[in-house]
């Protein structure tokens, strides 16, 4: 049974400092990892997807993969209040397998 | 470029009536997926369909719930009879199914109410 981990918070940082949400798998033969962000009432929309070891930087927002512990990050840089939402974190096996989400980590952005 | 497309957005039914959702992926997307999502938790995986082939059924409650893609494209997923644990978020999601790390675009979701 394939699980995904994640604080479901919530997280309560200042505006314009850093955010960062964390996520654990227990399947060490997932692939691909990816970032949604998914606000109150509407459907998930994809932040980021990594799946190499190490950092990817995209605009404010840094994925770091580390698979010899099954950690998944993601930072977000000069947080802005438009960023609270809830931050699902989701792993995949493989091609074009389904997702396996985590439960997200409700953010929010304090002005 | 359209999104993924679902109707109805809203459905209130009562226990034990039959409810069907509609969705209509993003054009030349092969790959089709059925998700749910329970208040407070991730979506999780129903049905996955390559084109009219269903290759992923398994978290399918089978029972009562079916899903058919005829012709490659549209998709609906029913429910028969509803129960009350069935009220959720039923999300269509597509993609083109091409690599390790192509995207999965949501469609709006449908909310269903059981009664």
């Known amino acids: 049974q394939k699980e995904v981990e994640q604080n479901s918070g919530p997280l309560s940082v200042p505006e314009g400092a850093i955010a960062s949400l964390n996520c654990t798998y227990s399947?060490?033969?997932?692939?691909?990892f990816f970032w949604y962000r998914q606000y109150s009432g509407k459907s998930p929309e994809l932040i980021m997807f990594?799946?190499?070891?190490g950092d990817k930087e995209d605009g404010r927002f840094t994925a770091q993969l580390n698979k010899a512990s099954q950690y998944v990050s993601l930072l977000i840089r000069d947080s802005q209040p438009s960023d609270s939402a809830t931050y699902l974190c989701?792993?995949?096996?493989?091609?074009?397998?389904?997702?396996?989400f985590g439960k997200g980590t409700h953010l929010i952005i304090q002005p | 470029e359209a999104g993924v497309v679902q109707s109805p957005r809203y459905k209130i039914i009562e226990k034990k009536q039959p409810v069907a959702f509609w969705c209509n992926p993003i054009?030349?997307?092969?790959?089709l997926y059925w998700y749910l999502q329970n208040l407070g938790q991730g979506p999780e995986l129903l049905i996955r369909?390559?084109?009219?082939?269903?290759?992923?059924d398994s978290q399918l409650p089978k029972d009562r719930f079916s899903a058919e893609r005829l012709k490659g494209v549209d998709s609906t997923l029913k429910i028969q009879p509803a129960e009350l644990g069935d009220s959720a978020v039923y999300l269509c999601?597509?993609?083109?199914?091409?690599?390790?790390?192509?995207?999965?675009?949501f469609g709006p979701g449908t909310r269903l109410t059981v009664l």
């Open positions: 999601a597509s993609s083109l199914g091409t690599s390790g790390g192509d995207e999965q675009f």
């Open positions: 399947d060490r033969g997932s692939q691909s």
């Open positions: 990594i799946y190499s070891n």
């Open positions: 989701a792993v995949r096996g493989g091609g074009a397998d389904g997702l396996t």
């Open positions: 054009s030349g997307h092969n790959t």
């Open positions: 369909y390559e084109n009219e082939e269903a290759v992923d």
